[in-house]
């Protein structure tokens, strides 16, 4: 019976989930033992980054499952950003990130697509709803890092803007909107710059989180991509010949009538 859940629930799989999942977990860790201070930190440290890597990949699958090693993850990598002074990162973690995970485990379990198991249905945001969210994210981050500057952050702009987009990138992934993804990128790509200035001026050794920083950019890519395929393979399975129209037909991401 465990064996048939197993293929079920990877049968959606390719070489390069495997692949992915299992070369970014052993050189994480690997990077993780060698550059490590050693002792309970540096376990954290990795546990922290497989959990937030495997995460992030069940997020690109778009597999509910992922907000369970979602709580793990935030619960360690918020105890690490505490001991670094990274003061919005924390906040960002344990008044946000947590609770969310919640919201959107529920969200997620609402609007699962029944053809793959532990599997959610994917929406595209209209352009009046991206024009309010970009708006929304310039005015936050400027406001949240002048504040942060007069806290004591290091690196109050970047922190802020880690923060800010990583707020609102998760109110798009629990309503499972695929523009979270460009979110995400920009996040991760800011996150780690921070991070290697912090272990620059720091003399930091947690550096596993700079390996899933840079893993989670590359799985943001991956996750982009994989979303809108989904997308189409979903709209392919939902929506019959016979329920064409010529509204659908606009939508960038339909994949045309089917049987057409």
Same mark, same amino acid.
């Given at each position: ?136 994210? +310039?005015?936050?981050?400027? $406001? ?6 007069? #806290? ?6 970047? *922190? %802020? &803007? ?22 995400? +990128?920009?996040?991760?790509? $800011? ?6 200035? #912090? ?6 050794? *947690? %550096? &596993? ?52």
């Amino acid at each position: 019976m465990f064996n048939n859940w197993i293929k079920d629930y990877f049968k959606d799989w390719n070489t390069w989930d495997y692949c992915w999942t299992i070369i970014a977990s052993v050189v994480g860790t690997w990077i993780g033992l060698q550059w490590g201070e050693g002792g309970w930190r540096t376990w954290l440290s990795i546990l922290t980054m497989l959990t937030g890597l495997w995460c992030v990949i069940l997020v690109a699958k778009g597999r509910i499952f992922n907000y369970y090693l979602g709580l793990l993850n935030i619960v360690g990598y918020a105890y690490i950003a505490y001991g670094y002074q990274l003061y919005g990162e924390v906040m960002l973690n344990a008044l946000y990130f947590l609770p969310m995970q919640f919201v959107g485990l529920y969200i997620w379990h609402k609007n699962k697509d029944g053809a793959i198991m532990d599997k959610v249905k994917i929406e595209f945001m209209s352009n009046e709803m991206r024009f309010f969210w970009t708006a929304i994210s +310039i005015i936050s981050v400027a $406001v949240y890092g002048y504040w942060l500057n007069s #806290v004591g952050d290091p690196v109050p702009y970047l *922190d %802020s &803007a880690s923060t800010v987009l990583s707020v609102i990138a998760m109110i798009l992934m629990a309503w499972r909107y695929m523009e979270q993804w460009v979110l995400w +990128i920009v996040v991760d790509i $800011v996150s780690i710059i921070m991070w290697v200035l #912090v272990i620059m001026d720091k003399g930091a050794n *947690d %550096s &596993a989180l700079l390996v899933m920083w840079s893993a989670y950019l590359i799985n943001a890519v991956y996750g982009f991509i994989a979303w809108i395929h989904m997308y189409r393979d979903q709209e392919t399975i939902l929506i019959p010949g016979d329920a064409w129209s010529p509204d659908l037909a606009k939508d960038p991401c339909y994949p045309g009538k089917i049987g057409k």
